[in-house]
């Protein structure tokens, strides 16, 4: 099995490559089969490098949305409908497999 990261310019865009790629069946995304497994991000958060204060006085990173909507998907083959949203495997990515 390989590993592919996807990223969509939105929601609607990466649910209509879902459905152009067969993975969306009667309103349903199909998230798993004996060739595919699909894991829906959605929007990821990176911290801006500003540092906030909560009413506690606990400080925590600021965090700010990267653009796109997110996906993994795992499969021998990535369907052709959803190849323009590979992107290169993130050098931290928000979620992975799990072995």
């Given at each position: 099995m390989n590993d592919y990261y996807l990223k969509a310019e939105?929601?609607?865009?990466?649910m209509a490559a879902l459905d152009a790629a067969g993975l969306i069946v009667e309103g349903v995304v199909v998230k798993a089969s004996q060739i595919h497994a699909l894991d829906i991000v959605g929007v990821v958060y990176e911290p801006t490098g500003n540092t906030l204060t909560d009413d506690e006085g606990t400080e925590f990173p600021e965090m700010a949305p990267v653009a796109g909507f997110h996906a993994n998907y795992r499969g021998e083959d990535l369907p052709e409908a959803l190849v323009p949203l590979a992107i290169p495997a993130p050098s931290s990515p928000a979620r992975v497999w799990l072995e």
């Open positions: 939105s929601e609607q865009a990466l």
